[in-house]
């Protein structure tokens, strides 16, 4: 082919042309399917950020969101290489690692939610107001198969309520899950902080009810690979690791600019009534919800993003033995988690970012 070239327009447009195959190649992105464990909302304003920012260009990763509602619609997707990684619960891995239970070839490679996005919800009038007066009473929650319904049932356990006293009912998200609620359908909700936000929000008072001091503090979500995909292909998670760090910080050093972000790559999510500062106080509300366990690290904790510590997964195993999920506690952390990336996902000038982040416009 070359020497055709060559015949044809002479070693000069060859040049021109070798010389800017490099740049086209430089240019080449992947492709990187994330898995987000609900509906597309202002929960994810942080990767819209990050990506008006150019942080996903930059890093060569062409980024595409799908939605999807729990672990048991997630595993399969990961196995199947549908999606390269999901946010996803920590429990079913946990699980996974029982005797007996399928080992599924998965781990996690970033600590995301670092504080539990869990709660326990009941309105601002129910008698309810412990977890300890919950036996014969209806939890709603998002599927039966999302993998928090482990812990609920852990939590339960913990509070002195025999988690079989207790039904959970799936209620899915959003208006359906909230009717259920206040038509006593269930007594209590067990979904997110930013949906249970959202309620509020909305004009339905609602009261969280305290869980047990083991359960505060706690990871719920990381990022979940296939052991395949990171053994191939570790610098692509890398690098949209580090992009969405980049995009955590930026959020919280300019949340405005942030949620403004995301409105304009999901201009169809943005709230039509209500005054713009009305809105924006209304949807500032349900993003920082959800930014808050993203930033979230224990006193004394190095900020690192995406840092898993064995406490995190201690603190799950020990819970799911106590709920009764865990028979073998003595799970390896090493076929768990991996901080192999983490000094890859950290390595940026976080001034550089939050000055871009307050000067977007």
């Known amino acids: 082919m070359k020497k055709i070239v060559r015949q044809l327009l002479g070693l000069t447009v060859l040049t021109l042309t070798a010389s800017a195959a490099p740049a086209a190649l430089a240019q080449a992105k992947d492709k990187f399917v994330y898995g987000v464990p609900s509906a597309i909302s202002s929960a994810i304003a942080n990767f819209a950020f990050a990506k008006e920012l150019g942080y996903f260009d930059q890093e060569r990763v062409d980024v595409e969101f799908v939605p999807l509602s729990g672990s048991g619609v997630i595993i399969p997707q990961l196995l199947a290489g549908q999606i390269h990684a999901a946010g996803a619960s920590m429990e079913p891995l946990v699980i996974a690692r029982q005797p007996g239970k399928q080992n599924f070839p998965l781990k996690f490679v970033y600590n995301y939610l670092r504080n539990s996005v869990w709660e326990f919800v009941v309105p601002q009038d129910s008698p309810i107001t412990s977890l300890s007066q919950l036996k014969g009473k209806t939890i709603g929650v998002v599927s039966l198969g999302s993998g928090n319904v482990y812990t609920t049932r852990a939590i339960l356990n913990a509070s002195g309520v025999d988690a079989k006293s207790v039904a959970l009912q799936p209620v899915g998200f959003g208006g359906q899950a909230i009717q259920a609620l206040r038509t006593n359908q269930v007594q209590v909700l067990n979904l997110w902080d930013s949906m249970h936000t959202a309620f509020e929000v909305s004009g ?17 979500h990381g990022f979940e690979v296939t052991d395949k995909l990171l053994k191939e292909n570790p610098q692509l998670i890398a690098r949209f690791g580090r992009a969405v760090s980049k995009g955590s910080v930026a959020c919280e050093a300019a949340p405005a600019n942030c949620l403004k972000a995301f409105w304009k790559h999901y201009p169809a999510l943005k709230p039509k009534t209500g005054t713009e500062e009305e809105i924006m106080k209304k949807e500032m509300a349900i993003m920082k919800s959800r ?52 000094p890859e996902y950290n390595k940026f000038d976080i001034q550089a970012v939050i000055r871009q982040a307050k000067e977007w416009k």
């Open 291 to 342: 930014l808050d366990n993203i930033v979230f690290f224990r006193p004394g904790d190095a900020r690192q993003y995406g840092a898993y510590s064995d406490t995190d997964w201690k603190l799950l195993i020990a819970s799911l033995k106590d709920g009764g999920e865990v028979t073998n506690p003595n799970v390896p952390m090493s076929s768990l988690y991996t901080n192999e990336l983490v």
């Open 204 to 220: 339905t008072p609602l009261r969280r009810l305290p869980v047990p001091k083991e359960f505060q503090g706690m990871s719920s």
